[in-house]
């Protein structure tokens, strides 16, 4: 697999690859890889003839309280199980090279990113479209996959393409949960192994708000408590947020009248995990 650190060595080489007719699928990820990455992986290596992924753990995603010092790096192993999947070429710039000094122009998507993850960390998801916009801008892909582990990103980005009139194919790949039901995040490498009980009940939370609704419950209220009530009992985790949004607008929904984003943000210890599921109604 090949690497490229630099912005204009990437461009140069995916307008090559543009005029070669070849279609260019990209897997934007902060390393650390799990198997959630490696199936967005997989699935690019399938929608596109060349499959480039970018390693990037982006520092203005991070307000300054945030992990982005700790944050899990180990970019030799990442090569190899990207390699080991197909990975044509991982772009991997340095800090300085995506913000050289005066960098100053950042991307803002309003309001799909206020609720949720936008509450608890204000910067989030500038830093995101940001970075996002810059690395499409370099590997100039046709197609480009994110999880919906990180739903209210996806929207985002969806919301960032259309506004700007990107000429990119935007593609969820469904959240990938270990055996046990833990959604796969490379975060989860800080959980100690007493906290793992605790983190296993955002999944049953999921599970169990389902059954609500398909027993009839539509009111957000009742089914929030019920959720709010698994993931407390027992303790050892504490709710940032759980809330019911349309899956479109990420807007908070009263009562249940299609499909709706049950989505959770749960501090464990020190690890902050994020899961969610589109709660549908019985058919
Ligand atoms: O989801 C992630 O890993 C990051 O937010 C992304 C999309 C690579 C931007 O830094």
């Avoid at 943000?265 to 599921?277: E, F, H, M, S």
Wanted: proline fraction near 5%.
């Amino acid at each position: 697999m090949r690497i490229i650190e630099n912005i204009s060595e990437m461009q140069r080489l995916a307008d090559t690859w543009r005029a070669g007719r070849e279609r260019i699928a990209f897997v934007p990820t902060m390393g650390f890889f799990h198997e959630g990455h490696l199936d967005l992986m997989r699935t690019a290596r399938k929608l596109g003839t060349k499959a480039v992924i970018s390693i990037f753990v982006n520092p203005t995603q991070f307000a300054p309280t945030e992990d982005f010092e700790s944050y899990p790096r180990d970019l030799q192993r990442d090569i190899d199980l990207s390699t080991a999947v197909g990975t044509d070429l991982a772009f991997v710039p340095r800090v300085d090279e995506m913000y050289p000094e005066g960098f100053q122009t950042y991307v803002n998507v309003t309001q799909v990113t206020e609720n949720l993850c936008g509450m608890s960390r204000p910067v989030f998801f500038r830093g995101v479209a940001t970075v996002v916009s810059k690395l499409f801008h370099a590997v100039k892909p046709h197609i480009a996959v994110f999880g919906q582990k990180d739903f209210q990103q996806l929207v985002s980005i969806r919301r960032m393409v259309k506004d700007m009139n990107m000429d990119i194919d935007i593609v969820g790949h469904p959240i990938v949960r270990e055996q046990d039901g833990l959604a796969m995040s490379s975060r989860n490498t800080y959980l100690k192994p007493g906290e793992r009980p605790a983190a296993l009940r955002l999944n049953r939370s999921l599970k169990e708000a389902q059954e609500l609704v398909d027993l009839g419950e539509r009111n957000a209220t009742v089914i929030l408590k019920a959720v709010n009530d698994r993931l407390t009992t027992g303790g050892g985790a504490t709710v940032d947020y759980a809330r019911l949004c349309d899956p479109d607008t990420i807007e908070d929904v009263e009562v249940i009248s299609g499909p709706t984003l049950l989505a959770l943000a749960v501090w464990v210890g020190k690890t902050r995990l994020i899961d969610n599921r589109v709660l549908l109604l019985p058919a």
